[in-house]
């Protein structure tokens, strides 16, 4: 399973951004989508999920409201799309798969088996 990460970028307070990330290879039927984010010196934190199949989605309750994750069944692809972002939102963000995960683990990134290569969203105030 491969993941390829996109649309990440410099952005000023208050701008919209949304990222993709696009799935390839072979997955299984119940798998869910996560996307992560990280700041130097932090560890990785979950900013929201979507479960593939019933496109059930989770978000970090902070981030409710501001940030949207979809999916496109077609074309393999999960979004990520980011509105009013903050100076602190500025982070790598991470795509990430991961198999037969009950509710509790989608928040956990040491649940998820595939990783993409992270994309840089920089929001300047």
């Known amino acids: 399973v491969q993941l390829q990460a996109s649309g990440g970028g410099l952005v000023q307070a208050g701008d919209s951004l949304r990222l993709s990330c696009a799935v390839s290879?072979?997955?299984?039927?119940?798998?869910?989508m996560g996307w992560f984010r990280q700041t130097p010196g932090k560890r990785r934190e979950f900013v929201a999920a979507?479960?593939?199949?019933?496109?059930?989605?989770y978000y970090e309750d902070s981030l409710k409201g501001r940030f949207t994750i979809s999916r496109d069944k077609a074309k393999n692809t999960v979004y990520l799309q980011m509105n009013s972002l903050k100076s602190e939102d500025t982070a790598v963000y991470y795509c990430?798969?991961?198999?037969?995960?009950?509710?509790?683990?989608?928040?956990?990134?040491?649940?998820?088996?595939?990783w993409g290569q992270g994309t840089q969203v920089t929001v300047s105030s």
């Open positions: 990430a798969v991961g198999h037969n995960l009950i509710l509790t683990s989608l928040y956990s990134s040491s649940n998820y088996l595939y």
């Open positions: 290879g072979r997955t299984s039927n119940n798998y869910a």
């Open positions: 979507v479960k593939w199949s019933s496109g059930s989605t």
